[in-house]
């Protein structure tokens, strides 16, 4: 089992990451580092998100793992629920073509308030691979990708914010 931890910290009030967070996905076009991310289902019970979305990685992998994976684990499928209130997201990823046998990553982040205008979110995840005799080379190597897939969601989230700001100042949408 591999475990990594991220943190990453923004420089806008929780509200406004907590926005650019969940719209950004709904203005893809604008955004072309998510054309590998799209979500497959969604649903609303309460304060809970509930979402399904394929995640390729193809073009993510190193050569070496690529070689190993059968065909349908270059995507990635991730279940998830984000709880509004407390701002908990609970994650599952697991190869596509019923191939969580590779392996597993689940994990959980936390969306906080860091004061003066400031928020952040935690990430806690744990990647388990069941691969015959290569299991570590697949847990650290998948870990890094997905790491690496984390810094370009922030940056998604960075990006996304300043459209929401060019928009308040030139009076289009709102911030809520």
């Known amino acids: 089992m591999k475990k990594i931890q991220v943190n990453q910290e923004f420089e806008v009030p929780l509200e406004k990451l907590l926005r650019a967070r969940e719209e950004r996905y709904k203005h893809l076009d604008k955004f072309p580092e998510l054309k590998n991310v799209h979500i497959a289902e969604e649903s609303r019970e309460g ?56 392996f597993v990553i689940e994990g959980i982040s936390k969306y906080f308030e860091k004061g003066d205008s400031r928020s952040a979110r935690d990430y806690d995840i744990k990647v388990t691979s069941k691969a015959f005799l290569v299991s570590g080379l697949v847990e650290s190597a998948i870990a890094d990708v997905y790491a690496k897939q984390l810094e370009k969601d922030r940056k998604s989230i960075l990006n996304f914010i300043e459209v929401l700001e060019k928009e308040a100042e030139q009076g289009g949408e709102s911030e809520s």
């Open 47 to 102: 304060n809970t998100l509930k979402q399904v979305r394929h995640i390729a990685i193809s073009e993510s992998l190193p050569q070496v793992v690529a070689t190993l994976l059968p065909s349908g684990a270059d995507t990635l499928v991730e279940t998830s629920t984000f709880e509004e209130t407390s701002h908990v997201h609970n994650f599952r990823v697991v190869p596509g073509g019923d191939l969580d046998h590779l």
